[in-house]
């Protein structure tokens, strides 16, 4: 036992800089799990303002002063933070509260047509599990009821903290964009000079970090405009809605698009019914994810690190359910 642990140490624990980055991860770890609420909107403005660097640093390598690239890149990150957080997310919300108060509705539809399934089908339905499976679709629903009037009277609190994040995570963007090497060089002050380990890590992470979250963006801005165009073509309710489901199902490969098609199917199918507009639905449906599989997800990540699935949703699990959404995206560090 003893000569295996030795051997494992003099492998991966021998150099000072494997113990060095040993306790950085542990430390960083300890911050995520026990302060991770606290440094959140400091994640999202560290993402996003790395999401924003390469647009400054592709306008300074054409010959751009510093000042003009960081300038560019900011306007161009707060039009697009401005517009998603007073336009999109709004209309998104309002059609959320729209969709839950049809709930009901949708509910008294969906009952009858499950009525007859034990009649036409009795070798597979019964009417006990019918009746089951209404009565936990009218728990769900009222469960989705009662979070909507929570959210509504905590609209006060929510509100207030919207607008500190919305002031806050600009102004730490603009100061990381434009004080990026001297924050780099003060935190490099706390580790030894000579760190020949440490700096092929960071360049490794750093390179395979910025294929990987520039493309997940570019993918969901992608998907989501494809989705929104498709669906408002097509008349469906609740599109922008919708659409930023399918859009940020990206995220999580696998899983989302397999939780997203729920509501993107029931939607369609009580405002059409098997109607040949509801199999039309269905149809661009699954070509959106099709070309997002087989063509945009291989374009966008030719150069990012290839991760077998099981390590991708692990990672996902554990880094999301510690950080949210922003844990999804930032997860991808460790997994180098």
């Known amino acids: 036992m003893f000569d295996t642990f030795n051997k494992w140490y003099k492998r991966y624990l021998f150099e000072e800089e494997a113990i060095l980055l040993l306790v950085m991860l542990v430390i960083s770890v300890t911050l995520v ?25 592709k ?83 009222a469960t989705l009821g009662q979070f909507v009037v929570t959210q509504g009277l905590a609209g006060i609190s929510g509100l207030f903290a919207f607008m500190v994040y919305m002031i806050l995570i600009p102004i730490l963007v603009f100061f990381f964009l434009r004080d990026r090497e001297l924050i780099l060089n003060w935190l490099g002050g706390f580790l030894p000079e000579e760190r020949p380990l440490l700096t092929r890590i960071w360049t490794e992470m750093n390179l395979q970090f910025a294929n990987y979250a520039r493309g997940k963006v570019i993918e969901i801005i992608v998907v989501g405009a494809v989705s929104y165009a498709s669906f408002s073509w097509m008349g469906l309710n609740y599109a922008a809605l919708l659409a930023l489901l399918v859009g940020l199902s990206v995220i999580i490969p696998y899983i989302g698009a397999v939780i997203v098609t729920l ?27 099709a070309l997002d599989g087989n063509v945009l997800v291989p374009f966008l990540f030719s150069e990012a690190v290839n991760l077998h699935p ?5 990672a996902i699990l554990f880094f999301g359910g510690i950080w949210g959404m922003w844990g999804c995206f930032s997860r991808f560090p460790w997994q180098l």
Do not use: H
């Open 33 to 57: 799990v026990t302060i991770g609420d606290i440094l959140a909107p400091l994640l999202a403005a560290m993402v996003l303002a790395f999401l924003m660097q390469g647009l400054s640093s």
């Open 59 to 141: 306008l300074q390598g054409y010959g751009l002063p510093k000042w003009v690239g960081v300038s560019v890149s900011f306007l161009v990150f707060v039009g697009a933070f401005f517009g998603v957080t007073l336009g999109l997310l709004p209309l998104a919300w309002r059609q959320f509260l729209s969709l839950a108060s049809e709930l009901p509705a949708m509910l008294g539809k969906g009952q009858q047509l499950l009525a007859v399934l034990p009649e036409q089908y009795p070798e597979l339905f019964s009417e006990q599990q019918m009746s089951d499976f209404v009565s936990m679709a009218q728990a769900e629903a």
């Open 263 to 289: 509501p993107v199917v029931l939607v369609g199918f009580f405002q059409w019914g098997f109607a040949g507009e509801f199999y039309t639905l269905c149809v661009v449906y699954i070509v959106i994810q």
């Open 310 to 314: 099981v390590a991708i949703i692990l």
